[in-house]
């Protein structure tokens, strides 16, 4: 098991180029090319352990490339040539999951985190009140007190 | 013969930390001052005895002894002094030694130097300590042992993973691991106070350094891994939210959050419990960290060894001491008395606010990167949570972090005033409005974001340092008053700004990454490219030979306006024990700004694929990491954390405290 895993990382680090996209891929119309860039930032290289199809050297990650640009050429909408991978790949693909009831659980975490972390902490508070503040100053003293705080460097 | 010996000292060590996982607890519970005694020389003998082995490893990859397994599968002779060294933990059984050690390490140091500590509180301290070093040194004997011997010896090892022969390895592991391995204390002696149950400021006090050097040591290790990827994967990324980086982004949230709380703790004797539950999910979320990158639960880039033989076991020791701290925590700190009352608008609260949103950012971190893992194994369905997932959910949170760190910082404890603070911020507001401003004015063209990135980075940076300019005194107080009063501000005043103004910077870095200029084409010798300020010129190829490696290299002119600035030389080496190639990019520091180039394949036309680019200000990511460590240790200078200086006071009377404090 351990070697074959060491096996694997040899077989993937010799196939690798040092870096993704190749020049010979790249788009003329830069609009269209910075929409394929966009869209490849999103886009998991599937083969790869958490890469965007932007960032991998794999063979695959490449063809992907390759395939995005030519739907954005043929003229789909960003929206489209993710509907299309979808449907070829599945939501495996997306690198932002879809809000689906399968990852329900994982987009609403975070808010809930945030709210129940909230109320807990005011329910708390709730709890141990601070006591009415009482002043056991006289009212002079109140005062005095009161212009000390206006000026900082009186003291 | 040196290699039985480490083994030997291991399974002593182990010995050693069975005792000290007993003695001193029951010593404490019998009030046993002999068997409460025994703590420190057990856990500065079990230091000992790891540091002994490791040192054995260290000179079995040294020496290139090939009749040991690890040394055959990870280094080889020719390989330079430097990465036979850090070859020794760029695998997972001289990895997982380094864990131990550091582990031991920090037990010898509790042990070693804090002698004022009640003695009671060490002990314990110490107990809880061995129990996680006896797990993990059981883990290592039963099933990652490093000196296991191979016979008959190969004449030559299969060297060590090319892209790991890089200074990076000899630097990141053991920051890394001093990092997250050190929050263990801090988990041991809130174990110890749930186990006493007695918890109070001194106990903060004792805490805090800790878990100060151990954030120190994790923040530089995150940096350092950052820029490691960011100068070897060759595609001018730094941060890619792969599993193996959230795992140790996890322990950065909650500790950073459990330094804010042991402050809270400190000065106002509040908020204990959630300290303690912060101390135990903090060195939980090491362990979860370890059980994801050495289980190989998950395979990535940076899990250059795993074995999912060996995941069973770690989940083992995950599930006792994730589980067993979280039962002690149930049935112990509902007995904790609650210190402190403070009002809504009050340092206080800002902390409060700090820890909901730090604790809600690790959250959201842990769900991404367990979600998808949690989900095929429950459904088979695959999902994938990558950077566009935790850009949507983690960045505004931060953005909310941040946006309330100077206004915490600038109101008073107990009972603060928000409109008082907010006015004393309205200078780093105006900064920060003015440089959004001048860039929307100056910058075309550029995302929409960066200019507002940039706004809350100055008013970060700014807002770190308005507290100590208004304890100044300045403009009201003569300039020799208002200096005398600023050395007259406790360290970790000053540690607090600095470490404030240090993610300030590194905000600036990833908000200026909007305005880099990337090119991607085949260069030959003769082109020129713009990149930003600068022109590259390619002057034409060339190789090296290297100690272990042929190195092909492309020499490239910058310059700007015509003259030359400076010369990067991009490579790419190829190594032939493992017949792979790795690329070097050629990284030219300009300014705060970096030119990158990095090479790919080579063309029979003599040109080769390369993609350049100008990263503008894209060294204060790290910089800012620098600068918070720095802030760490400055805080950990202050007189007050002083390792010892709490009963020192007590016994020499109390020195005259600062009137700022």
Not at chain 1, 21 to 31: G, H, K, R, S, T
Not at chain 2, 491 to 519: C, D, K, P, Y
Request: with cysteine; net charge positive; hydrophobic share 50%.
């Amino acid at each position: 098991m351990r070697r074959s895993a060491v096996f694997v990382l040899l077989l993937w680090l010799s196939s690798v180029p040092a870096w993704a996209v190749q020049p010979d891929e790249v788009l003329a119309d830069p609009a269209l090319e910075a929409r394929a860039r966009a869209l490849s930032v999103q886009l998991r290289c599937l083969v790869c352990q958490n890469q965007s199809i932007d960032d991998s050297a794999a063979p695959l990650a490449r063809d992907l490339r390759l395939l995005v640009r030519e739907r954005l050429e043929a003229g789909d909408s960003d929206a489209q040539v993710k509907t299309y991978l979808v449907s070829r790949y599945g939501n495996f693909v997306l690198l932002k999951p879809p809000f689906i009831p399968e990852t329900l659980l994982l987009w609403v975490t975070p808010l809930f985190v945030l709210v129940a972390g909230a109320v807990a902490i005011v329910a708390g508070r709730r709890l141990t009140r601070l006591p009415a503040p009482t002043s056991s100053l006289e009212p002079s003293e109140e005062a005095k007190l009161a212009a000390l705080m206006r000026d900082p460097n009186a003291g | 013969m040196i290699t039985e010996t480490g083994h030997y000292a291991l399974v002593l060590a182990l010995a050693l930390a069975l005792v000290q996982s007993v003695l001193p607890i029951w010593g404490t519970t019998r009030r046993d001052p002999s068997l409460v005694a025994t703590a420190v020389p057990v856990a500065l003998g079990q230091l000992l005895l790891v540091a002994y082995a490791f040192g054995a490893l260290v000179y079995d990859h040294v020496v290139s002894d090939f009749s040991v397994l690890n040394v055959v599968e990870n280094s080889h002779s020719t390989k330079p002094l430097i990465y036979k060294l850090s070859g020794v933990w760029g695998n997972h059984e001289g990895s997982m030694l380094l864990w131990v050690l550091i582990l031991a390490l920090f037990g010898g140091m509790v042990a070693g130097f804090a002698r004022s500590m009640a003695d009671d509180l060490r002990a314990n301290t110490l107990a809880v300590q061995a129990w996680i070093s006896s797990a993990f040194l059981l883990f290592i004997l039963l099933t990652s042992n490093p000196f296991t011997r191979m016979l008959p010896p190969p004449i030559e090892g299969q060297d060590l993973n090319p892209i790991l022969q890089d200074p990076g390895l000899a630097i990141h592991p053991p920051l890394l691991y001093l990092g997250y391995v050190g929050f263990s204390i801090v988990f041991s002696f809130a174990a110890a106070a749930l186990i006493s149950g007695r918890i109070d400021a001194a106990w903060a006090r004792y805490v805090r350094p800790w878990a100060l050097l151990a954030w120190i040591f994790l923040t530089l290790g995150i940096a350092m891994g950052s820029y490691w990827a960011y100068y070897t994967l060759g595609w001018g990324g730094f941060w890619f939210w792969d599993p193996v980086e959230n795992a140790s982004l996890m322990p950065w949230l909650a500790g950073t959050a459990l330094l804010h709380c042991t402050a809270v703790m400190e000065k106002r004797e509040t908020l204990k419990s959630w300290t303690l539950f912060l101390a135990i999910l903090t060195f939980s979320l090491s362990l979860l960290g370890t059980f994801l990158v050495r289980s190989g639960v998950l395979t990535s880039v940076h899990s250059f060894a795993n074995d999912p033989t060996r995941g069973t076991f770690i989940l083992l020791i995950l599930v006792v001491f994730i589980g067993g701290s979280l039962a002690l925590y149930a049935w112990r700190a509902p007995v904790l008395k609650q210190g402190g009352l403070f009002a809504p608008v009050s340092r206080e609260s800002a902390l409060v606010l700090n820890n909901l949103l730090l604790t809600t950012c690790c959250a959201t971190v842990l769900t991404g990167t367990l979600y998808p893992l949690a989900l095929e194994a429950a459904t088979g369905d695959k999902i994938s949570v990558g950077a566009p997932f935790f850009n949507l959910t983690f960045g505004p949170l931060m953005v909310a972090v941040l946006l309330v760190v100077p206004l915490g910082q600038s109101l008073a404890w107990k009972r603060g005033d928000l409109l008082g603070a907010a006015q004393r911020l309205t200078a780093a507001v105006a900064v920060g409005a003015v440089a959004c401003a001048l860039l929307l004015a100056f910058r075309h063209g550029g995302p929409t974001l960066a200019p507002l990135g940039v706004a809350l980075a100055v008013y970060v940076v700014v807002g770190a340092f308005t507290e100590i300019a208004r304890r100044s005194g300045l403009p009201g107080v003569s300039l020799t008053t208002a200096l005398s009063r600023l050395v007259g501000l406790p360290r970790s005043v000053w540690g607090t700004a600095f470490a404030h103004a240090g993610i300030g910077l590194t905000l600036l870095g990833l908000a200026a990454t909007g305005w880099g200029v990337e090119q991607i084409r085949s260069i030959k010798a003769g082109d020129v490219v713009d990149l930003g300020p600068y022109q590259a010129a390619v002057i034409g190829t060339e190789t090296h030979p290297g100690p272990n490696y042929t190195e092909a290299a492309v020499r490239v002119d910058l310059r700007r306006g015509g003259a030359l600035v400076t010369t990067v030389t991009p490579s790419r080496r190829s190594f032939a024990t493992r017949q792979s190639t790795v690329s070097q990019a050629g990284i030219a520091t300009l300014w705060f700004g970096q030119v990158y180039i990095s090479l790919g394949d080579s063309h029979p036309d003599g040109s080769v694929d390369a993609r350049l680019f100008w990263k503008p200000l894209v060294t204060f990511i790290w910089i800012g990491a620098l600068i918070m460590g720095f802030g760490g240790l400055l805080s950990l200078s202050d007189r007050r954390l002083r390792i010892g200086f709490a009963r020192r006071a007590l016994r020499a009377a109390p020195m005259h405290p600062h009137p700022a404090e």
